[in-house]
């Protein structure tokens, strides 16, 4: 069975700094992951994916992401957090395969402080 | 930019009502799927949809779901009697067929069910 782990509740970063949202998964075959975003109140919006090619992906809003395959990780980046990032964070996974259902995370608050 | 959209965004229901959720994807797609996020857990899959029929279903999914493709546009999440822990989030997505190879899932902004 596939999983995605997020191992922090909430990360709180400076306004300026850089930030990093960690996640680690688990597939049988070959990962497609995503990166979502949730603000209050709304849908989750689509970041960003790695689904082969360059392990280091770029996204919406300055957001990027590097794929790890001996460390089963998929972290979140960006250099300079903005107050506006502030938000829920999805990580999710799939494998290549026929199945499509995206497994999530259990997704980690960003504060960013101004 | 074409956008998933639900309706309602909030119902509420006694136990034992039917409920119908109603999503409308994106024009183009050809995946469908529900997910739902009870307060304070994970998103969870419950069913996708391609070519008028289900194709996979977690187990969450049972007997009291259903899921239907009335017309073109509009894509229904049914729960026949509804039970307290029905009550979350639920959030409509869709995707584009594989031959685009673009993968990721566009989700709506989800119906609140309370059931009550």
């Known amino acids: 069975a596939q999983s995605v782990a997020q191992p922090e509740d909430q990360v709180n970063v400076a306004e300026g700094n850089p930030l990093t949202v960690k996640c680690t998964y688990s597939?049988?075959?070959?990962?497609?992951l995503f990166w979502y975003v949730q603000y209050p109140n709304r849908g989750l919006q689509f970041l960003l994916k790695y689904i082969t090619g360059d392990n280091l992906v770029k996204g919406s809003y300055g957001f990027e992401a590097e794929f790890n395959k001996s460390q089963t990780s998929f972290h979140l980046k960006k250099p300079s957090a903005l107050v506006s990032d502030s938000a829920l964070y999805f990580c999710?996974?799939?494998?290549?395969?026929?199945?499509?259902?995206?497994?999530f995370g259990s997704g980690t608050r960003l504060q960013v402080q101004p | 930019e074409p956008e998933v959209t639900q309706t309602p965004s909030h119902q509420v229901t006694q136990m034992g009502q039917e409920v119908i959720l109603r999503c409308v994807p994106i024009s183009n797609h050809l995946y469908f799927y529900w997910y739902r996020q009870i307060l304070g857990q994970k998103v969870e899959f419950l069913v996708s949809?391609?070519?008028?029929?289900?194709?996979?279903k977690s187990e969450i999914f049972d007997d009291q779901f259903s899921v239907e493709r009335p017309d073109g546009s509009n894509f229904t999440l049914k729960i026949r009697s509804t039970k307290l822990e029905d009550s979350a989030m639920y959030f409509c997505?869709?995707?584009?067929?594989?031959?685009?190879?673009?993968?990721?899932?566009?989700f709506g902004p989800g119906t609140r069910l309370t059931v009550t």
């Open positions: 999710a996974v799939r494998d290549e395969g026929g199945r499509r259902a995206l497994t």
């Open positions: 997505a869709s995707s584009a067929s594989g031959i685009s190879r673009t993968y990721e899932q566009y």
């Open positions: 597939v049988s075959g070959n990962p497609y």
């Open positions: 949809f391609y070519n008028n029929e289900i194709s996979e």
